[in-house]
């Protein structure tokens, strides 16, 4: 029987969820690995979280050091979020040769180099399950994964959030409906930005990089593009196109560079990730011996969340081996977003004036911009300014945006346009 | 570092793959999880074989007893398929102490409960993840997710053959043609019966059953139908209701009986298995902590299966602690697919005479079947023979069954009646 004693940092929602769902499968985990998992040490900065959970006295503290510190404990969970006093337990824990156990992607994102090489020189493991789609083993599937495989690619719908609200745009509601609806329902925060701008995703891509690729990129450097634009009559004629609009994380492998970004794009209605719906997320992986791989699940929530760190915890006690050995990274660089060649998505806002659709068509032209559809709907607007549709054939971006500029310049368009990749895949 | 040895029996195209992907990553397995894998010996009864992959003699045996009772051997990989020799080997293998890798489904349907039993006796594992969904790391994400987690119930494709049939089917190709297509790209078998009847999926079923909820069934009591009696008509207007047909191996928990079965499915077109094409598998497991879970890969192939082995073996080594320790097993009884409550689609062929669509539905009144959708099309027909589609609501089959054997007594319908399960789900 082997014993393994863990503290948990954090008692929110996630950390409380963990201390129940450890003390429930204790006896379970304990007949079937022969591993026996105490909770030595919690620490929260109230003791209401202590009361409300029946933490003994003893096992609980106001200061983290009694568990990073503690020549007890074996694996540190840390709980509390963002990227400050998270990293600085983290560190701490790591330094102390205990293994780490965190939800926490924007640690990872921002952190994650200075991270592993802490784990790598002190012999102690990372476990981050629950960072990247809450209830999809995705992180350890890869892990698994890259021993036998070489990842070449992997889109992912990483956001419930956004994955939510664009659901509910694709029945008609609009953006801000669709938003306070997800509020209500608890699948967007009070402060949802960090969700709708894409930012949160493009922490998960982070990770998935670093996992996929033993990559670690800055994240600010990822193209990254949110929901906000995108209106109901956007993912109408999507939808007549064949195509549903998904935020997507990308990222893959093209000679020798890496493309990384965020965006809402538009995928055909027969790709495995055109109905994942509502919260949930999903993530296809690409690699040359499994070929295509997909996980689908929630992304979040807690006890979704919570199972995904209880079961890194055993993981991590049950593994003879260190499994973050940093490896040096591979020399790729990130290629810009606008050299990436695509098709395109673009909405602009016309004038509404016979001729101008022929005058925007020549623009394209002169710019070499292959169109393999126009839509214009006439929609009766005050303004006298109608949407028109375009979809391109592959070009690269700053091209497109070139021609963009040139209608803008001619007053042909107004304020308004949009841009949304098209993804043909599996 | 710690140092395995493996011996491959079986040197077929997976075999083969697993030598050759071992040997290729070697080094990263050694260098990333300090696991050093030597192939000590491989077994074939025929020399070309060692040949084409340079196997040095002294590797080399037409003996397995030269792999299941060497001293040398950690690991035994179990790769020639059937239930009698492998059986035997498996046997041997695990008495010795030796770990077992294999990709035999038959051979744990049929004898699963035996070897986990040697296994457990022996202190040692057996790694099956190739056995289902190859490309797909189901097993292991469900051995993990059991941990933390109750599964509640499965639904799979977990045919590829079918799967690529049914696909084709569903752009207009007639089944016979299909299945020659789906021969000629390899996916399916020259003898393709175990696959079309549905009797490799009902393998697959018993051995998800033996992995989410330890239960060793009776594989030929499962409820087992296969794809050969659907037609492309049936896929057409199940369509056009918003349906796909899929053959799923569905099983799930239902007040401490198990409803485990096989058959083709109408499941929504939102569904996450509905856009499952081609020869693609996808598993959808439902647990309380995590939720809906979904694996989507390639189930067969000579690299995913491969690959998936080898995954096992390093799964298997780097394991402190055997995983097979086996429980006792839930008492659930197999609740008989006649009894299961279910809506139907229901294909009868009907004599084209008017009134006879009334005495039909007179005859589904009196056995009070509520009816859904009626679709009757006017299909020209020599025979005077209309086939007559109705969607009903919520029964039991055998109620179904009884008022099917009432129309065939009053001669209102002609041979050619089929019954297939609709399931509404995520």
């Known amino acids: 029987m082997k014993k393994v004693n863990v503290g948990i940092i954090g008692l929110g929602t996630i950390g409380s969820g963990v201390y129940k769902i450890l003390n429930q499968r204790k006896s379970k985990i304990k007949k079937e690995y022969h591993i026996e998992i105490d909770i030595k040490k919690c620490c929260d900065i109230s003791e209401a979280s202590r009361k409300r959970l029946k933490i003994p006295k003893k096992n609980f503290t106001k200061d983290y050091n009694d568990i990073t510190s503690s020549n007890e404990i074996d694996i540190v969970i840390e709980l ?24 926490n992607k ?30 999809i083993p995705i992180i350890n599937s890869i892990k698994d994964s890259i021993l036998v495989n070489n990842i070449t690619s992997f889109w992912g719908i ?16 609009d953006f801000s409906k669709s938003l306070t609806m997800a509020q209500k329902e608890g699948f ?5 930005t960090l969700d709708i701008n894409g930012k949160d995703t493009a922490h998960k891509v982070t990770v998935l990089c670093q996992t996929c690729f033993n990559l670690n990129l800055n994240v600010n450097q990822i193209y990254t593009q949110g929901i906000e ?113 695509s098709k395109f998505y673009l909405r602009i806002m016309i004038k509404d004036i016979p001729g101008n659709l022929g005058k925007v068509t020549s623009i394209l032209g002169k710019y070499k911009i292959n169109i393999d559809k126009v839509i214009q709907n006439n929609i009766s607007n005050k303004l006298k300014v109608i949407p028109v549709i375009i979809l391109t054939k592959s070009l690269e971006l700053k091209v ?12 042909l368009i107004q304020r308004g346009s949009l841009i949304i990749p098209v993804e043909d895949f599996a």
Not at 96 to 103: G, R, S
Not at 400 to 408: I, Q
């Open 80 to 103: 509390i979020g963002g990227t400050n006093v998270a990293y600085a337990i983290s560190k701490e824990a790591l330094k102390n040769k205990k293994n780490l156990v965190t939800a």
């Open 106 to 135: 924007a640690l990872l994102a921002h952190k994650g180099r200075e991270l592993r090489k802490l784990s790598t020189a002190n012999d102690v493991s990372i476990g981050y399950e629950a960072s990247v789609g809450g209830g």
């Open 158 to 173: 990483l956001n419930g959030t956004c994955n939510y609200i664009l659901t509910l745009m694709s029945e008609g509601i």
């Open 188 to 192: 967007a925060e009070a402060d949802p």
């Open 229 to 341: 634009d995108i209106s109901s009559y956007d993912i109408e004629v999507a939808k007549n196109l064949g195509y549903e609009i998904k935020l997507l994380g990308i990222s893959r492998i093209i000679n020798k560079e890496l493309d990384a970004r965020v965006h809402p794009t538009l995928i055909s209605k027969e790709s495995p990730l055109a109905n994942v719906e509502n919260e949930f997320n999903a993530i296809l992986v690409n690699s040359n011996n499994l070929g295509p791989f997909m996980g689908y699940g929630y992304g979040a929530g807690m006890l979704p969340t919570a199972s995904a760190i209880v079961a890194d915890i055993v993981r991590v006690s049950s593994s003879a081996n260190n499994q973050s050995n940093l490896q040096p990274e591979p020399k790729l660089s990130l290629k810009k977003f606008e050299n990436v060649k």
């Open 400 to 411: 497109l945006n070139k021609a963009l500029s040139t209608m803008t310049k001619s007053k």
